[in-house]
T-cell receptor, first 113, second 112 residues
Framework: DADVTQTPRNRITKTGKRIMLECSQT?????MYWYRQDPGLGLRLIYY???????NKGEISDGYSVSRQAQAKFSLSLESAIPNQTALYFC????????????FGPGTRLTVL | GENVEQHPSTLSVQEGDSAVIKCTYS??????FPWYKQELGKRPQLIID?????GEKKDQRIAVTLNKTAKHFSLHITETQPEDSAVYFC???????????FGAGTTVTVRA
């Protein structure tokens, strides 16, 4: 089945380290998104991309960067991780031809010590 | 930008009873309102959505209502079952923007 996958699924890192979270999809969707989930805050949009090389900031982009080098891959980087970036990170995709539904990956649990 | 508020944050219901979750949105241009369900340790998944040209939509035991004038929409779950226990998120967007603004979530617990 076509799916959205994320690697790693869990990561513990230290303050100041650079870390990259990867998202891959086999759905053939053009639109890809990165969210973070924190208890009591819901899902907040970090960055989104509507095509290769297209990058757009979401509501909480500070401290993050992304790369969209291929239709199927969308990477999120934390250049210098800090403890308040500890969260559950989700990648999602959508296809305008199929409506507005977003399909989420399984999530990456990131802990910054 | 769009601001979505969701209430209550937690909801405990007896099995077989109904559950109602309410959301308000701020941007009158929003025209797409999905609801996602996230089971423990799982990814969010769409369960139902409604567009602004419709006032109500139903799918088996779940229904969503929309009041554009008041800028609020609600999720109704009838005859709740243990498998309905999850976190539910409402969201709103302007369809042409393809971006969702989510509420903070409601943790629903169905008591046996």
């Amino acid at each position: 089945d076509a799916d959205v996958t994320q690697t790693p699924r869990n990561r513990i890192t230290k303050t100041g380290k650079r870390i990259m979270l990867e998202c891959s999809q086999t759905k053939g969707h053009d639109r890809m998104y990165w969210y973070r989930q924190d208890p009591g805050l819901g899902l907040r949009l970090i960055y989104y991309s509507f095509d290769v090389k297209d990058i757009n900031k979401g509501e909480i982009s500070d401290g993050y960067s992304v790369s969209r080098q291929a239709q199927a891959k969308f990477s999120l980087s934390l250049e210098s991780a800090i403890p308040n970036q500890t969260a559950l990170y989700f990648c999602a995709t959508s296809d305008p031809e199929g409506g507005d539904e977003q399909f989420f990956g399984p999530g990456t649990r990131l802990t910054v010590l | 930008g769009e601001n979505v508020e969701q209430h209550p944050s937690t909801l405990s219901v007896q099995e077989g009873d109904s559950a109602v979750i309410k959301c308000t949105y701020s941007d009158s241009a929003s025209n797409y309102f999905p609801w996602y369900k996230q089971e423990l340790g799982k990814r969010p998944q769409l369960i139902i959505d409604i567009r602004s040209n419709v006032g109500e939509k139903k799918d088996q035991r779940i229904a969503v209502t929309l009041n554009k004038t008041a800028k609020h929409f609600s999720l109704h779950i009838t005859e709740t079952q243990p498998e309905d226990s999850a976190v539910y998120f409402c969201a709103a967007s302007i369809s042409s923007d393809y971006k969702l603004s989510f509420g903070a979530g409601t943790t629903v617990t169905v008591r046996a």
